[in-house]
């Protein structure tokens, strides 16, 4: 049949009907003839080509046809699909992996094809496993294991192919930016990335957009970033659940939030130093953006005008659940929504307008608190009980550290209330506890207690004895650092009834000359 006077559109379509009624020898010179005319694309055509070579038998034209299409359009999943059918056919797998695997590096994550390329090359791992297959890393010591990766490039810790789900990384020197793109280009499955040294922000932000499927990124406050990196990561790595941020340097622009993150859940802003201007944050669009989240921590920012801070709306955020905020010089605590379970607030300023229940009505809301830390501020005990009685009954952990304004008798006049009930966890560190306090705090304290927080108070060894005759067995911590009037020898007896024990001697020639006698 003469195909000249047809064009390559008939030719191929032409040839694709002879495929159909299985006339491959007609099928393949019609396909040949659309190839010759064609000016423009050509895998498709290519790709019946292909498939015509092979129902003839000649798997070496439909391979070569394949390895064409590949250098034609690298980044189109036919032809890696379409050659890695043809090396199986050849009986070819350990080669038919690797076009797999070069196709799940060059093809997007947005191709139709993409699963179907993906669901190919894991069936042909799982079928060429032996049956009883172990990972070595698995059954070998830790301290080998360690060896081996020792001796292996970044490049070669990443041949996975996404198999790899989670990632710690330290620094890595001049590579680090290639590293990172490798491990995020190559890894499709990973869900978990922790950077705990190292990593500039142009870095970090170049690789975020192939970080797909990424739901929980830490970086440590070892790894500086902008606040402008932090929100372009938000902005392209959609998925993620988990964001903690230990470093941030800010510059003084205002941050340009995405409009909306509905899967975040957690979220840590930790500013480098308290210089960082709280204005600089632009937490009332962040606020509107995050409406599902449950666990939200600042710190180290600095507020200049009060108002900022209420009127972020933090009562809108229904599924709040942790709310921690270390902000220098808070004037008055923002409006917080009932769902709270966790609430920690350290200021080194004056809480003024704090002084009763009354001036901060929707508190009286918040009747499921479990954790409380009031640091820093300067308060009465009636406003601390007004605080703390709509959830009495239900704290597990109480942090009074540093609080000013409070006499002695403190610990005594708490004790008539019902907070201490379920308590855990206890933090006076930097009150005016005495060895009285104590002796008043262990009469009506539950035997939940586990830890204890006494540092830089006025305690002794008497103290010490009276928490352990209270708690003996039950008591599994005990912080009394900077403690003048404690000897070591109450600490030995504390660690000699199983107490696990932080001491240290206040450093008093810290800024003095040391003398050696002699």
Request: hydrophobic share 40%; aromatic share 6%; net charge positive.
């Amino acid at each position: 049949m003469d195909y000249g006077h047809l064009s390559n559109e008939e030719a191929w379509r032409l040839g694709q009907k002879f495929y159909r009624q299985k006339n491959y020898e007609e099928a393949l010179k019609a396909f040949n003839a659309a190839l010759a005319y064609n000016k423009g694309d050509c895998i498709a055509i290519l790709d019946n080509r292909a498939a015509t070579y092979v129902k003839l038998g000649n798997l070496k034209s439909a391979l070569r046809d394949g390895q064409e299409m590949i250098h034609s359009q690298k980044k189109n999943v036919i032809g890696y699909l379409r050659t890695g059918k043809v090396l199986l056919s050849m009986g070819k797998n350990d080669i038919a992996q690797g076009i797999y695997q070069r196709g799940l590096k060059n093809v997007p994550l947005e191709d139709q094809n993409y699963k179907l390329l993906k669901a190919m090359h894991d069936k042909l791992i799982k079928d060429t496993a032996p049956p009883k297959a172990i990972d070595p890393l698995i059954i070998l010591p830790m301290e080998i294991v360690l060896m081996v990766l020792e001796y292996l490039q970044f490049a070669e810790k990443v041949k996975s192919q996404g198999t790899v789900s989670g990632a710690v990384l330290f620094r890595l020197g001049r590579n680090e930016k290639e590293s990172l793109n490798l491990l995020v280009r190559r890894c499709h499955g990973l869900k978990s990335l922790e950077i705990r040294s190292g990593f500039l922000s142009d870095t970090i932000t170049s690789a975020a957009p192939s970080a797909k499927s990424l739901t929980s990124l830490v970086i440590s406050n070892v790894s500086t970033v902008t606040l402008d990196a932090v929100t372009r990561i938000l902005s392209s790595c959609t998925e993620l659940e988990v964001a903690r941020f230990g470093s941030i340097q800010v510059s003084g622009t205002s941050a340009q939030w995405p409009q909306t993150l509905p899967r975040l859940r957690v979220l840590s802003l930790h500013a480098t130093t308290t210089r960082a201007s709280f204005a600089t944050l632009n937490l009332g669009p962040l606020i509107h953006s995050i409406t599902n989240i449950q666990e939200l921590s600042l710190a180290k920012w600095r507020i200049q005008d009060d108002t900022i801070l209420t009127s972020c709306y933090f009562d809108s955020l229904k599924n709040l659940r942790t709310l921690i905020l270390s902000i220098d010089r808070i004037e008055r605590l923002p409006p917080l929504p009932p769902s709270l379970q966790h609430l920690k607030v350290f200021s080194s300023g004056l809480v003024r307008d704090l002084r009763t229940v009354d001036d901060i009505p929707w508190w009286k809301q918040l009747v499921n608190l479990e954790t409380v830390a009031l640091c820093g501020f300067s308060i009465t005990i009636a406003t601390l009980l007004e605080l703390l009685a709509p959830s009495r009954g239900k704290f597990r952990r109480l942090s009074f550290r540093d609080l000013v304004a409070l006499d002695g008798n403190f610990v005594s006049d708490l004790g008539l209330s019902e907070i201490w009930e379920n308590v855990e966890e206890l933090d006076l560190s930097g009150t005016i506890v005495t060895d009285r306090s104590i002796s008043d705090l262990a009469s009506f304290l539950s035997n939940h207690l586990r830890t204890i927080d006494l540092s830089h108070t006025r305690i002794t060894g008497v103290a010490i004895k009276t928490l352990l005759d209270k708690f003996e067995g039950k008591l599994e911590r005990l912080c009394v650092n900077g403690c003048m009037a404690l000897s070591v020898d109450a600490v030995e007896y504390a660690k000699s009834k199983g107490v696990a024990v932080e001491f240290q001697f206040p450093d008093n020639l810290k800024n003095g000359k040391r003398i050696r006698l002699g």
